[in-house]
């Protein structure tokens, strides 16, 4: 396994080894020794799978009093996966990062707490699996508009598919009593 750091301290990429042959491939998706030793977590709490079709965009989530970290993979198609820091305080405030992830080449993203995570499918048919390092609180649940210029994300569609709930997330703004604060 191999782990790439990003421009944004904490998110990290993860790549595994893919063992490929006539009959198809193998992947050790989660080893708890190597992740340790790689400095990311060996815990999860909660498995996540979702199905998407193209143009669909996700995000972007967070939570506060129970944040998550994600472990995002791809298992089938493809997706632009994001990563926002949006911790009061942190250097990197309201900076992003993205990244493709496929089925084919089986690379994870890692958004660790206090980032906003969000993803556009880019195939007719997306399925995306994330661990979480905590379990999901429905009265958690916060977010950031997709759209939003603070961050000026460079989506890979311009009229997304997006939930109703994700259309009336509040625009990144200091002023807001509901995001991370930065933790040195």
């Given at each position: 396994?191999?782990?790439?750091?990003t421009?944004?301290?904490?998110?990290?990429?993860?790549?595994?080894?893919?063992?490929?042959?006539e009959r198809?491939?193998?992947?050790e998706?989660?080893?708890?020794?190597r992740?340790?030793?790689?400095?990311?977590?060996?815990?999860f709490?909660?498995?996540?799978?979702?199905?998407?079709?193209?143009?669909v965009?996700?995000g972007?989530?967070?939570?506060?009093?129970?944040p998550?970290?994600?472990?995002?993979?791809?298992?089938?198609?493809a997706?632009?996966?994001?990563?926002a820091?949006?911790?009061v305080?942190?250097?990197?405030?309201?900076?992003?990062?993205?990244?493709?992830?496929?089925?084919?080449?089986?690379?994870?993203?890692w958004?660790?707490?206090?980032?906003?995570?969000?993803?556009?499918?880019?195939?007719?048919?997306?399925?995306v699996v994330?661990?979480?390092?905590?379990?999901y609180?429905?009265d958690?649940?916060?977010?950031?508009?997709?759209?939003?210029?603070?961050?000026?994300?460079?989506?890979?569609v311009?009229?997304p598919?997006?939930?109703?709930?994700?259309?009336?997330?509040?625009?990144?703004?200091?002023?807001?009593?509901?995001?991370?604060?930065?933790e040195?």
């Amino acid at each position: 396994m191999k782990v790439h750091e990003t421009p944004l301290p904490g998110v990290l990429i993860v790549e595994p080894r893919v063992f490929r042959d006539e009959r198809g491939f193998f992947i050790e998706a989660f080893n708890d020794e190597r992740f340790r030793s790689a400095g990311l977590p060996a815990v999860f709490r909660q498995d996540n799978h979702s199905r998407s079709s193209r143009d669909v965009l996700r995000g972007l989530h967070y939570q506060l009093a129970h944040p998550q970290g994600k472990l995002v993979s791809v298992i089938r198609g493809a997706i632009f996966d994001v990563a926002a820091d949006i911790r009061v305080g942190a250097p990197t405030f309201g900076q992003w990062f993205g990244i493709e992830l496929h089925e084919d080449d089986a690379r994870s993203l890692w958004v660790p707490p206090g980032f906003a995570h969000g993803f556009c499918a880019l195939a007719d048919t997306v399925d995306v699996v994330y661990k979480c390092t905590d379990v999901y609180h429905a009265d958690d649940d916060h977010g950031v508009a997709w759209n939003d210029p603070t961050l000026a994300i460079a989506w890979p569609v311009t009229s997304p598919r997006i939930s109703d709930k994700d259309a009336l997330y509040p625009l990144l703004d200091l002023s807001r009593n509901d995001l991370p604060r930065y933790e040195a």
